[in-house]
């Protein structure tokens, strides 16, 4: 898994999070193929419906979360309910490649998430908590005592099938409990170069995860330098805890050209963030 695209949706991104009071009087482009669904719950027609809303110019991002939003408060029809997390999962991941800032457009599907708080406890693989899990590693929203308990404690079920999504969103709750740095530093070790990068750049705050995201800023390998400096760029100001490495980066006769030039920019832009 990957938060950065080097394309980015930087529109939808704008939309998303600089005209959230937009005029919400506009139709999501996502209402008539889940109203349709609603009436009929003909999948095909709904597939084929949604594959003509996506393929839409993105100009009703606040629209569309919104609309998508309360069919999931909707419990009547569980299958409208479904597909709408899907899609703003999609959305929520698709976002998070352009900003690390909190989206708050999505509050009101963390609050449906945590009415259904006892089943995701009953069961960690339900959707109620790989919801929970998306909407804080993507969104970047915090959740419950009780959901943060969930979101440790189903690291140990067999069936999760998302596990980079909670240890980022494990990495991404402020404060961070004891219990979650305990199972980031107990699995850090197994990371590979990308989750390292894409998981512990959420975690910077910590001397401790700051040491370990280290190695791959300080790696020999200038690939995996350029995707580090990547991830302090994309989190902004909760990157300066790295500034001192990068400074001391700086220093190194052998870095590379690219990647040098790379720590420049970066150093500028996070001294510079808010």
């Known amino acids: 898994m990957t938060l950065i695209r080097s394309n980015g949706i930087l529109i939808l991104t704008a939309i998303l999070v600089t005209s959230i009071a937009a005029d919400l009087d506009a139709e999501s482009r996502f209402a008539t193929p889940f109203e349709n669904l609603r009436r009929t719950h003909d999948l095909g027609t709904f597939g084929e419906e949604m594959q003509k809303a996506l393929d839409q110019p993105t100009t009703n991002g606040p629209e569309d979360v919104a609309y998508l939003a309360d069919v999931c408060s909707d419990d009547k029809d569980e299958l409208l309910q479904d597909k709408a997390l ?41 959707k109620w908590a790989g919801t929970l899990a998306w909407l804080t590693a993507f969104a970047g929203l915090q959740p419950s005592p009780r959901a943060i308990s969930l979101l440790c404690r189903a690291l140990d079920d067999k069936d999760n099938r998302m596990t980079d999504v909670f240890l980022i969103a494990l990495a991404r709750l402020s404060p961070r409990p004891a219990e979650a740095k305990r199972i980031l530093l107990e699995r850090a070790p197994a990371f590979d170069r990308d989750e390292r990068v894409q998981i512990l750049a959420f975690a910077l705050d910590d001397p401790d995860f700051l040491a370990i995201f280290a190695k791959s800023l300080e790696s020999t390998e ?5 995707q580090a400096i990547k991830y302090l760029v994309h989190i902004g100001a909760s990157a300066k805890p790295a500034l001192e490495i990068l400074y001391r980066l700086q220093q190194r006769p052998d870095l590379d050209k690219e990647v040098a030039a790379k720590v420049k920019t970066a150093i500028n832009q996070i001294e510079s963030s808010k």
């Open 86 to 126: 899907r899609e703003l999962e999609v959305l929520a991941f698709e976002i998070a490649q352009s900003t690390a800032k909190p989206l708050d457009a999505f509050r009101p599907v963390m609050a449906v998430s945590e009415k259904h708080i006892d089943e995701a406890l009953a069961k960690p693989s339900s």
């Open 222 to 226: 200038a690939w995996e330098q350029r």
